[in-house]
C-alpha cells in the first residue's frame, strides 16, 4: 500500500471513527463498569467483528449480502432488536455504572468473555459497518498488488486507530465519571446511556442497502 494511499485512508478513518457509535457507547459503558479490563475485551470483541466484516468485503460476500434484500433485513433487524435489548436492560437493570477505579474489583473470566461476545454481536449484527466498509475500503486498493495484503494493512491501521480514539473516549468518560460517582447524577447518566442504545436501535431501523 503505497505511503500516500496509507496516510489518505488513515486519516478518512480517523475522522469517521470520532464520530460516536454503538460501538463507542458500548466501550465507554464497559470501560466505566469494569475498569480496563472490560475496554480491553469490548475493542477484541469489536475488533474480531471488524475482521470478519473486511474479509467479507474482501470475498466479495459483503457486496453479495447487500444486494440480497432479505438477507440485508435480518442483519439489520438483529442489530437493531440487540441494541434496543441493551438499552432496555440498562434502564432497568439495578446498579450504578459508574465505579472509581480503586473500587474495581477483579472482571471474572466468564464475565469478560461475555462482554466480548456482546461487543462482538453489537458490531456483527449492524449492517451499516458492512455497507461503509464495501464502500470506503476499496476506494484505497491499488491495481496490481495483492488485494488481501492491501485489506491486511487497512484492518491493521483502522483498527489501531479504533484503539486510540475508544481510548481517548473512555479516558474522558473516567475523568468526567470520578466527578459523578457521588452525585444523584450518575442515575441520570446511566438512564441517559440505556436510552442512546434504544435510539441507536430505533435508528438502525431505518438504514438502507443503497
Do not use: D
Not at 3 to 29: D, E, K, M, Q
Not at 102 to 122: D, G, H, K, N
Amino acid at each position: 500500500m503505497a505511503l500516500h494511499l496509507w496516510l489518505t485512508f488513515s486519516f478518512a478513518y480517523l475522522l469517521t471513527s470520532l464520530i460516536p457509535g454503538p460501538n463507542v457507547l458500548l466501550t465507554v459503558r464497559n470501560a466505566l463498569r469494569y475498569g480496563p479490563s472490560g475496554m480491553g475485551m469490548t475493542l477484541f470483541g469489536n475488533l474480531t467483528a471488524q475482521l470478519l466484516t473486511i474479509t467479507a468485503v474482501a470475498m466479495g460476500v459483503g457486496a453479495l449480502l447487500i444486494s440480497l434484500p432479505t438477507a440485508f433485513l435480518v442483519l439489520k433487524l438483529a442489530g437493531a432488536a440487540y441494541l434496543i435489548y441493551l438499552g432496555l436492560r440498562q434502564l432497568l437493570g439495578k446498579g450504578a455504572p459508574i465505579a472509581p477505579t480503586a473500587q474495581l474489583a477483579a472482571t471474572p473470566p466468564q464475565t469478560q468473555w461475555r462482554i466480548a461476545v456482546e461487543a462482538f454481536l453489537v458490531s456483527a449484527s449492524n449492517p451499516k459497518t458492512l455497507v461503509f466498509f464495501c464502500a470506503f475500503l476499496p476506494q484505497f486498493l491499488e491495481p496490481g498488488r495483492p488485494i488481501f495484503g492491501q485489506f491486511a494493512a487497512m484492518y491493521l491501521s483502522g483498527s489501531l486507530i479504533v484503539c486510540l480514539v475508544h481510548s481517548f473516549y473512555c479516558f474522558t468518560a473516567w475523568r468526567f465519571g470520578l466527578r459523578l460517582k457521588a452525585s444523584p447524577l450518575a442515575a441520570w447518566f446511566k438512564r441517559a446511556s440505556g436510552a442512546l442504545f434504544i435510539g441507536l436501535g430505533v435508528r438502525l431501523l431505518n438504514t438502507r442497502a443503497v
